[in-house]
């Protein structure tokens, strides 16, 4: 036997917008987390593209050095090696962090607009309640 409700369609329109608001957040962790995934797929292949860059030339390193004639040539290489070496270290270092950084701020817009579109259904929930049962929400 089937069950009739009573439900007017302001209470319905409660029931509806409460429903919303569970949907939303899954909808915003289910974005979050592709978004997230990119974004770390991203800075993998940067860190894998670096460290080809460092490898190839530290295994140049052994050549450089085999072909000098004095004890300052040596010295001069190694120099530009590490020089060389560190710059790209800063340059990594710099570069995962703007994109971390960039990362973490375009989050922080999305939860900014999800927490109003957040707000904005749970208003409409409150409201809803108060219009259906004539009293205040809190």
């Not at 089937?2 to 974005?31: C, H, L, V, W, Y």
């Not at 450089?64 to 020089?83: G, H, N, Q």
């Not at 270092?93 to 109003?116: I, P, S, Y």
Request: negative net charge; glycine residues 4%.
């Amino acid at each position: 036997m089937t069950k009739k409700t009573n439900a007017t369609p302001d209470s319905q329109a409660a029931i509806d917008a409460a429903g919303e608001i569970p949907r939303t957040a899954m909808d915003f962790a289910g974005r979050y987390s592709a978004d997230a995934m990119k974004t770390l797929s991203n800075c993998q292949g940067k860190y894998a593209a670096f460290i080809n860059q460092r490898l190839s030339e530290d295994f140049a390193m052994p050549q450089r050095l085999s072909d000098c004639k004095t004890p300052m040539e040596i010295m001069d290489v190694w120099a530009d090696f590490y020089a060389t070496a560190m710059g790209h270290y800063m340059d990594h270092a710099r570069n995962m962090t703007e994109t971390g950084t960039e990362a973490v701020e375009e989050f922080v817009r999305e939860v900014e607009e999800e927490a109003e579109e957040l707000a904005e259904s749970t208003s409409k929930v409150l409201k809803a309640a108060n219009t259906n049962d004539g009293t205040k929400a809190a």
